[in-house]
């Protein structure tokens, strides 16, 4: 079987399916990344031992982001898909989240890039097409040459909730003609090929999720196939001190590395963070650059300040983690049974993801306009101090090694594609 994996090219999403392509090379199917090239981001691809063919035009997505200007689109202004709120989910909100994502999804796929992936996906014939939610190329090339295509998830599943939000609006406005614009522009992609719009062209087929089963959103139209999440992080010699117990408690303090690499600039002070941990018995494990520390005067003496560690082997020694709500960051701290107090971004799923946290029990969530030293401070203190966020962690981590590895979903992705 030939497995064609599309994956928008920064390092965390390459990250979040390479397992996927692991566990399909091992059973001995032929596993290839295909897409845009990134020229900040080539060795990420290279880092999973996976082949990877580039098409199209060159996507540098840090410098498209620090070209952009204050406006109304969907990474800035009123309207963020990152909105968690209900209390904002306006019609205006609704229709405006999802017509600026549309547009997201229709710059991610240019004719010339459809031209030339349509091209090699004729002469190269995959079975089966594994694509990442931001890249909608994969499936209009898999309805193109007519093979069946799946998504795999690197955080909540956004794209299904506005979806599912703009659905009910539509169907409680019985007035309302409207074409959707998602179906005008993916009926018009896929018929330059001379294929037919289908409404798996949404999700996929099916859904590959390798996060807990509380980040997903009740009432979307998606089929999903849980998996265990796999913990990957940049190769690296892991450092003799992660290793060693600590004498006080370890917690990690990381706010990703899309920020720092994609716009060089954080959401939140890391000058509070840091002041607010400075007064616990603890050990600090921060991950921050130069850059990020540039702001701060003298680092707290029970802090270490590390541009990059393995997290997933260092959350093993941790008692709490501070971070920005990543899919990715979530996912090593459930495997690894850590409390949680996220301080959401807000580009994707951040503060859903947190808010779904809260209630099931492993973490705490302080808003952007809310952190403050002394707030960052109690969060820490009672993931720490109260036993309830450890136990609930431990229970999660226990769920999560209880759902199928992705090794386990190979059989049923051989027969999606029709090769059982």
């Not at 990442?132 to 007519?146: E, N, R, S, T």
């Not at 393995?310 to 709500?325: F, K």
């Not at 229970?395 to 979903?409: G, N």
Request: net charge negative; aromatic share 8%; with cysteine.
């Amino acid at each position: 079987m030939r497995v064609m994996l599309m994956v928008f090219p920064t390092r965390t999403h390459v990250y979040s399916m390479a397992p996927v392509g692991w566990a399909l090379a091992a059973a001995g199917h032929e596993v290839r990344f295909a897409g845009q090239r990134n020229p900040r981001e080539v060795a990420s691809f290279a880092e999973t031992g996976l082949d990877a063919m580039w098409f199209g035009p060159e996507l540098d997505i840090a410098r498209h982001r620090q070209l952009q200007v204050d406006g109304d689109n969907a990474m800035q202004g009123d309207f963020r898909i990152s909105e968690s709120r209900p209390e904002r989910y306006t019609e205006e909100y609704v229709r405006t989240v999802y017509e600026h994502w549309v547009e997201v999804f229709r710059w991610t796929t240019p004719d010339v890039l459809l031209d030339e992936l349509v091209r090699f996906a004729r002469h190269w014939q995959p079975d089966l097409v594994v694509w990442d939610p931001m890249i909608y190329a994969a499936p209009i090339v898999a309805q193109a040459i007519g093979v069946p295509h799946v998504r795999m998830m690197y955080a909540a599943d956004q794209t299904a909730r506005i979806g599912a939000q703009y659905r009910d609006l539509r169907a409680s406005r019985s007035e309302d003609d409207a074409a959707d614009p998602f179906v005008t522009w993916m009926s018009s992609a896929v018929g330059r090929f001379g294929a037919d719009y289908d409404e798996a062209l949404r999700y996929g087929v099916k859904t590959i999720d390798c996060h807990p089963s509380y980040l997903r959103y009740d009432g979307v139209d998606v089929d999903y196939l849980p998996a265990r999440f796999v913990p990957l992080n940049k190769p690296m010699a892991i450092p003799d001190w992660v290793l060693r117990p600590p004498p006080r408690p370890r917690v990690l303090l990381t706010l990703g590395i899309s920020n720092r690499q994609v716009l060089g600039v954080e959401e939140t002070s890391v000058g509070d963070l840091l002041e607010g941990l400075a007064e616990l018995d603890i050990e600090v494990v921060a991950t921050l650059n130069a850059g990020q520390l540039a702001t701060v005067g003298a680092i707290p003496g029970n802090v270490r300040a590390v541009d990059f560690v393995p997290m997933n082997e260092l959350l093993a020694s941790c008692s709490a983690i501070v971070h920005q709500g990543g899919g990715a960051t979530i996912g090593n701290a459930v495997v690894n049974g850590v409390p949680q107090l996220v301080i959401p971004g807000t580009t994707w799923s951040e503060r859903g993801s947190a808010v779904a946290q809260v209630k099931r029990g492993n973490g705490l969530l302080l808003d952007l306009e809310d952190v403050t030293p002394a707030g960052v401070r109690e969060g820490v203190r009672r993931l720490i101090e109260e036993p309830s966020f450890r136990d609930c962690a431990l229970e999660v981590r226990d769920e999560m090694l209880a759902t199928p590895a992705l090794d386990d979903l190979v059989p049923e992705l051989e027969r999606i594609a029709g090769c059982r």
